[in-house]
């Protein structure tokens, strides 16, 4: 598997006391296999998110990313298995406004320590990849809000991560492009083999997911994606 979350509680304070945002939550993604978590608002589901991406630490309970187990680990080599095993994909893609869509590629390539001129051709087929062809050129304010999200996308898989998670990658398009950054999503996971996480409040796209989970007050639940699917 290239992630496993094993018994996972996670819990914040919350004056005197503390509340539970993940209830012994247990969940595993193979290579290639794309689960979507739908549930309401304040459910759990940005949690579940952060402790797969190795952003916070659980209270309790194992994470494995790509057969090493992140509980145990410090925060500069936690840094380094979110750097080189898990791509994350925002909510919003945050490009930084001056920098063209291929360039938003080296910029992660560049904080990796490794030499921006010889991966230029590599993100560019990257682009190419999230249907970007002939676009690197172009700055944020030059692409559409679908074109972002998929320089977000792009962007997350640069480095060939084993693991990626996804918050709300519809949130603010259309039917049309949230559409398509589904089916894309699909495209690239089966492509590079990655272990997807999606978190999105769209039930009308879980068709494209291999596996359908539910959040309710920090608890988590699978279902049948076909019975997920819209009807």
Do not use: C
Not at 21 to 50: F, I
Not at 104 to 110: I, N, R
Not at 179 to 204: K, P, Q, S, Y
Request: proline fraction near 4%; avoid cysteine; hydrophobic fraction near 45%.
């Amino acid at each position: 598997m290239s992630i496993e979350l094993t018994d996972i509680t996670l819990t914040y304070p919350d004056g005197d006391s503390r509340v539970t945002a993940l209830d012994r939550v247990s969940l595993a993604a193979g290579p290639g296999e794309l689960h979507a978590v739908v549930g309401p608002s304040g459910s759990g589901k940005s949690s579940l998110l952060a402790v797969a991406a190795a952003l916070i630490r659980p209270d309790s309970g194992g994470v494995r990313i790509d057969g090493q187990e992140a509980s145990g680990l410090s925060a500069a080599e936690l840094s380094r298995l979110r750097m080189h095993r898990v791509g994350i994909v925002f909510q919003q893609p945050n490009l930084v406004s001056s920098l063209t869509a291929v360039e938003q590629l080296l910029a992660v390539e560049h904080m990796r320590g490794r030499p921006v001129r010889s991966h230029r051709a590599a993100a560019e087929r990257m682009l190419a990849a999230v249907g970007l062809a002939g676009r690197g050129h172009r700055r944020p304010a030059q692409l559409s809000g679908g074109e972002r999200q998929r320089v977000n996308i792009a962007r997350a898989l640069t480095g060939s991560p084993r693991v990626l998670v996804v918050d709300e990658p519809t949130a603010a398009l259309d039917h049309e492009r949230g559409a398509g950054i589904m089916d894309l999503l699909a495209e690239v996971t089966a492509e590079f083999g990655t272990a997807t996480l999606v978190v999105t409040h769209d039930t009308e796209y879980l068709d494209r997911a291999g596996a359908v989970w539910e959040m309710r007050d920090g608890r988590l639940s699978a279902r049948a994606a076909a019975a997920a699917a819209p009807g």
